[in-house]
């Protein structure tokens, strides 16, 4: 019968951050961070998970607040069937005095603290390696050598932070090289550190299967949208006949792994386009529309509004009042204008100024209707006649 072994894989919660560029929300969002790994325990419940990977960057920082620690201590206890294993990453390294040296885990869980160890789990035919980072970098990859023994009849489980690298690149953080990981011995990496994630890839065809689950909830506007945990199943699959001369093991390894969302608070970036608004009142109806045809719990997110158009001289939002009326709508907010001014090109195209002349010039036999015209004569006009009003930044500051 195959051997089948059900896992969740996270990393890069940061649990305890700061959250410096949100001080009037940073309590709720370290809240939310907690809720987030509350659904991750929720879902190994679910789905009766046998392990739950957590590939590094748990916490923030290798000493976070004793509260927080016996929390997150407490819900581990919690799914006594889970087998969990924490591979610690550079925010949270098993240094000494760390908090993975003074806290006593619940006996489901299992900390690599050092350098490549394993541990078996007979009753699920399967062997998880590990190993954790001991300070905030490792220029030098945490494990050298191919995995201590990896055995065949069994599910080899690595579980690591780090960067996967290629060719001769660096990194500061444990650079684990795609050759390494394809001779190994592993037959699913479980990987930490790229918070974007990357789906579940399988080196050379017959290689180790290796993923980044991603974090799984943003922490700003560069980890933008829904985020998730991996979860599936390995299976071991015996071979037979020519199949087991290819790589010289009984048995093949099938990745069944899917993508769920366990995040709730998301920040987003919001692109509203106010160029057929007419007043203030016009522009915050449009923003709040456009928040709300997004999704349904669109109050809760953290937005950053960005508005495009062209619109006239006294309507460019921005505008203290604005923020504020949309700050009492929405949880959190910020305003980006990337609006360019409404020019009348027909009474400018006929003054005798210099703003004139670069009209006349840019339009050369166009007729000056902004609708005519092509989009890099667009752009042209409206960077030059900013220009002549105020100084024209490369780009916007987010
Ligand atoms: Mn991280």
């Known amino acids: 019968m195959a051997n089948a072994v059900r896992i969740v894989h996270t990393a890069d919660l940061h649990l305890g ?39 590094g960057d748990l916490f923030e920082q290798p000493h976070p607040p004793l509260s927080l620690v016996n929390e997150i201590r407490d819900l581990l206890a919690s799914i006594p069937e889970t087998r ?20 006593s885990w619940s006996k489901n869980v299992h900390v690599f603290t050092g350098g490549i160890e394993s541990v078996d789990l007979p009753h699920l035919n399967t062997r998880v390696y590990g190993a954790a980072f001991q300070s905030t970098a490792a220029p030098e990859p945490l494990v050298r050598a191919l995995l201590p023994v990896p055995h065949p009849d069994l599910i080899n489980i690595l579980l690591l932070h780090g960067e996967v690298i290629t060719g001769n690149q660096g990194s500061a ?70 199949a087991v001369a290819a790589n010289g093991s ?25 160029g057929n608004c007419m007043d203030q009142e016009a522009i915050f109806q449009t923003i709040l529309q456009t928040a709300q045809q997004n999704d349904s719990g669109w109050r809760d ?26 700050q009492r709508e929405l949880f959190f907010c910020k305003l980006v204008n990337r609006t360019t ?16 002349g670069f009209v006349r ?36 500051d987010d």
């Open 173 to 242: 953080y444990n650079p684990i090289s795609i050759q390494w990981l394809k001779t190994c011995g592993a037959d699913y990496a479980a990987l930490g550190h790229t918070h974007q994630g990357e789906p579940v890839q399988r080196l050379d065809g017959t290689g180790p299967w290796y993923a980044y689950s991603g974090c799984p909830s943003g922490r700003g506007f560069d980890e933008l949208g829904q985020k998730g945990v991996l979860y599936g199943t390995l299976t071991q699959m015996e071979q037979t006949g020519a």
């Open 341 to 356: 001014r409404a020019y009348d090109l027909r009474s400018l195209a006929k003054e005798q100024s210099l703003m004139g």
């Open 17 to 55: 951050s700061p959250f410096g560029y949100f001080p009037e929300r940073a309590e709720i969002l370290r809240a939310d961070q907690l809720r987030t790994f509350m659904n991750i325990i929720r879902l190994c419940l679910d789905m009766q998970s046998d392990l739950l990977l957590i590939a």
């Open 361 to 396: 010039q840019i339009l050369s036999d166009a007729e000056p209707d902004w609708d005519c015209l092509g989009v890099q004569q667009r752009q042209v006009l409206q960077i030059g006649l900013q220009a002549f009003e105020r100084e024209v930044p490369y780009c916007e």
């Open 250 to 274: 009984r048995f093949r390894i099938l990745t069944k792994m899917a993508w769920h969302p366990v995040s709730g608070r998301q920040f987003l970036a919001l692109p509203v386009n106010i």
């Open 84 to 103: 969990v294993f924490i591979a610690p990453g550079n925010h949270d390294p098993a240094e000494p005095d760390s908090l993975w040296q003074n806290t």
């Open 301 to 326: 997110h953290l937005y950053k509004i960005i508005l495009s158009g062209a619109v006239s001289d006294d309507l460019l939002p921005g505008s203290l009042f604005l923020l504020q009326r949309l």
